[in-house]
Each structure stands twice: as structure tokens, then as C-alpha cells.
């Protein structure tokens, strides 16, 4: 069987993209199969200024009322996928243009899949802002890219451009929420969906996969 290729279109700032990522990369894990994991950009809100907005008051703004009960279905979805989720840790929304750049040079690397995890990681584990290029540097300096160039990339206006077009094109094509997951370029799953969900994917993509090999 060839190996499956699974793309992933998530926002660093996503925390149901945070969860949704780590389910698929335990249910890789226990099945026993290995992916060639892709990441693509999407921004949840396109005009998040360069230093950032309020998650609860954004909240409260948009659907009235105290947000605490949002943010504990959360983190009990986390918990259940053995995330230390505490959405009090990092209050704001960060503008993430950078990091997904970084990202989407990390793939020539070998090192994009780690990157996007250890990205999620600093934004809602640590509660670094994801949007300084000097705190991008150096996580990206664990994944392949020295400090000097991923600083360069991260704010290299024309990268950062590539990187806005390809959110673009993900919204104009139909994607609306993340994460979303294409499995071989046949089998989309929209949603941070339960981990047996996750299963039933791999399980026909390997299966389409075993089928085409044959």
C-alpha cells in the first residue's frame, strides 16, 4: 500500500485545529500508518490587527453573554485528547500570516508537520504571540531553518503575500471552518471530529489506496 497523503487546512490560532490535529495524529499512530501530513493556511479572521484582539471580548460581541461556557467545552474536548488546554493562558487572537509562512516553507524541510505542531503548541500551551517574527525564529530554529532565515521569511512581504492568496483561495473554494482534512485528495472531513470518525477516514483512504495498488 502507498503511503496516503492527508491535507490539512487548519489557523494556528484555531484551538478546535489544535485538537483536530492531535486526534489525527493519534489515530496515525495507533492504527499504524504512516501519511504524508500537508498543511495549508486559513485565517479565521483575515483583519486581526498586527497586535492581536481579545478572544472573550470578540466573543461576547458576536454572541452576547459571558464566553466561559465556550471555552470549557474546549478544553473538556481537550482533555479528552490528552491536551492541558487552558484557554485563560493565552487570551488573544494573533494575526498569523508569519507562522503559516513559516509553514509552508517548512515542507521542503521535512519539517512542516512538526512546525505547525509545535506553533499550536507555543500559542495555546506556552501563550507566546505567534505573530513576533523573533518568537517564530526561534521555534522555527528546532525545525530546520536557521534564526536569521526564518526571521527573514516570516516577514518577507511577498512570502507573506503567497501565503494571504493561499487563505484566499482556501475561503473562495468552498472551505468555511477549520479544521478541514482531505485524505488522498478524495475524502474530505470537515470538523474537529471524534477520533473513531478520524478512523473511519483512514480506514476508506487506505483502503482506495490498497484498491488503486492492486
Known amino acids: 500500500m502507498s503511503e496516503i497523503q492527508i491535507d490539512v487546512v487548519t489557523d494556528i490560532v484555531c484551538p478546535w485545529c489544535f485538537i483536530g490535529v492531535v486526534r489525527l495524529h493519534k489515530v496515525?499512530?495507533?492504527?499504524?500508518?504512516?501519511?504524508?501530513?500537508?498543511?495549508?493556511?486559513?485565517?479565521?479572521?483575515?483583519?486581526v490587527p498586527p497586535e492581536g484582539i481579545d478572544v472573550?471580548?470578540?466573543?461576547?460581541?458576536?454572541?452576547?453573554?459571558?464566553?466561559?461556557?465556550?471555552?470549557a467545552r474546549v478544553e473538556a474536548e481537550a482533555?479528552?485528547?490528552?491536551?492541558?488546554?487552558?484557554?485563560?493562558?493565552?487570551?488573544?487572537?494573533?494575526?498569523?500570516?508569519?507562522?503559516?509562512t513559516l509553514i509552508r516553507h517548512a515542507l521542503e524541510k521535512g519539517t512542516q508537520d512538526a512546525l505547525a505542531?509545535?506553533?499550536?503548541e507555543a500559542h495555546f500551551i506556552h501563550a507566546l504571540n505567534v505573530a513576533d517574527p523573533d518568537v517564530l525564529a526561534e521555534i522555527a530554529a528546532s525545525h530546520g531553518f536557521s534564526v536569521d532565515e526564518a526571521r527573514q521569511i516570516a516577514t518577507d512581504p511577498s512570502e507573506l503575500e503567497i501565503t494571504?492568496?493561499?487563505?484566499?483561495?482556501?475561503?473562495?473554494?468552498?472551505?468555511?471552518?477549520?479544521?478541514?482534512f482531505v485524505?488522498?485528495?478524495?475524502?474530505?472531513?470537515?470538523?474537529?471530529q471524534p477520533e473513531d470518525v478520524f478512523e473511519q477516514a483512514l480506514a476508506q483512504a487506505t483502503g482506495a489506496s490498497a484498491a488503486a495498488d492492486a
Open 79 to 100: 482533555r479528552k485528547s490528552g491536551i492541558a488546554l487552558d484557554l485563560s493562558k493565552q487570551p488573544r487572537q494573533r494575526p498569523t500570516g508569519a507562522a503559516h
Open 183 to 192: 485524505f488522498n485528495r478524495r475524502l474530505a472531513l470537515s470538523g474537529c
Open 117 to 120: 505542531t509545535a506553533l499550536f
Open 56 to 71: 472573550a471580548e470578540k466573543l461576547r460581541k458576536r454572541f452576547g453573554g459571558d464566553p466561559s461556557a465556550m471555552f
Open 28 to 47: 496515525l499512530a495507533e492504527n499504524g500508518i504512516t501519511a504524508r501530513v500537508v498543511h495549508h493556511p486559513f485565517f479565521l479572521d483575515p483583519s
Open 164 to 180: 494571504r492568496q493561499e487563505a484566499a483561495a482556501a475561503a473562495e473554494g468552498g472551505i468555511s471552518g477549520v479544521p478541514f
